[in-house]
């Protein structure tokens, strides 16, 4: 539906460059990436706010790249709402449909519709210095769809929230685009975000894509140290790729070596994710390919579960329950074996 192609945008001191994406209809697709990644930028780009250097925007295989914003028929939706004070909700979710000079029949029509759609019919005579801040981003977003947009564009919705209303909004977007199957990009830097909602997803870095797939195949084949970095591995260790048979590769890093069952001609660095560890305090014996003993030498709480970082050498952090943690009993400065399947280990 959407396709960029080597698109090259430039403002004042950053530009992104060389952008290749395919974006297909009904697609939930996230734009993932540091701050200063040009996101937004990007976003802003394919609404028509920015003038394009280079390269060209198509939907639907119409060239769009030098068509006016008010022509596109994309909505977006910021992080701060941007909703009109002195209206009210219901004002507000009409706001583009009065502009359009909707007829009146159409206009009660779509309020009531979205309005439901939305979960706000009790709000609809309130002004938004009234609402909550997960009730505002609720209005933005019925304003957003109430014109029936060809493209949602999403810059970081979520971020202002509190944990709470973060979490229900997510599941209120989930349901909307599965009743409505519209076509969404959304801006985040909270690649759990990614994870919950994305179909597909890009990771952005000082003005490129630096990788695209399903959050998966990012979260799981990072193809860069970058992008290894940016989804929380963890465990990223340099070294070289020493063999390989039909079934398995052998990777060493310093003193260790790792068997995977990635192929690849060459390899620089190899990474595991820490949940996919399993840590014992039973260090009696060594099983499987990977099977390593070192010693705890720094346990964080998570909150969820425990951090707990395995010197071997290298350093190796796993991820293990509060369960476990408290059953093994686990000390800094304690001996314990880890070990780890050969498709958890990923080269690039």
Same mark, same amino acid.
């Given at each position: 539906m959407i396709n960029l192609t080597r698109l090259r945008v430039e403002l004042r001191n950053f530009a992104?460059? %060389?952008?290749n994406l395919n974006i297909e209809r009904g697609d939930y697709f996230m734009l993932v990436g540091p701050t200063g990644a040009g996101k937004t930028l990007l976003l802003e780009t394919i609404a028509g706010l920015h003038k394009v250097q280079a390269g060209e925007i198509r939907i639907e295989n119409t060239d769009i790249t030098l068509l006016e914003p008010e022509k596109r028929n994309f909505s977006m939706v910021y992080q701060d709402c941007a909703l009109f004070p002195h209206l009210s909700i219901a004002e507000n979710i009409i706001f583009g449909l009065r502009v359009r000079h909707a007829a009146e029949g159409s206009i009660k029509k779509e309020l009531a519709e979205i309005a439901s759609l939305?979960?706000?019919d009790h709000l609809l005579d309130r002004k938004p210095g009234k609402l909550s801040g997960g009730e505002k981003q609720k209005v933005a977003l019925a304003r957003a769809l109430a014109i029936k947009p060809r493209l949602l564009l999403l810059d970081e919705p979520l971020s202002a929230l509190d944990p709470e209303g973060r979490e229900g909004l997510q599941l209120e977007l989930k349901r909307i685009h599965q009743e409505l199957k519209i076509t969404v990009i959304h801006v985040t830097h909270d690649f759990d975000e990614a994870l919950i909602l994305g179909k597909h997803i890009a990771v952005m870095g000082a003005g490129s894509i630096r990788q695209t797939g399903t959050p998966g195949e990012v979260f799981r084949r990072p193809n860069s140290e970058f992008v290894a970095h940016f989804t929380m591995m963890r465990n990223i260790l340099p070294g070289e790729l020493l063999r390989k048979n039909e079934n398995l590769s052998l990777f060493r890093s310093g003193n260790i070596e790792l068997v995977t069952n990635i192929h690849a001609d060459r390899a620089s660095h190899a990474c595991i /994710?820490?949940? %996919?560890?399993?840590?014992?305090? %039973?260090?009696s014996s060594r099983d499987g390919p990977n099977s390593f003993i070192g010693r705890v030498v720094m346990i964080e709480d /998570?909150?969820?579960?425990y951090y707990v970082i395995v010197d071997v050498p290298p350093e190796i952090c796993c991820l293990i329950t509060r369960r476990d943690f408290s059953q093994m009993d686990l000390a800094v400065g304690q001996n314990v074996k880890i070990s780890f399947d050969p498709d958890a280990v990923h080269v690039f």
């Open positions: 992104l460059q %060389d952008i939305m979960k706000v /994710r820490p949940e %996919d560890i399993s840590l014992s305090a %039973d260090i /998570r909150g969820m579960g």
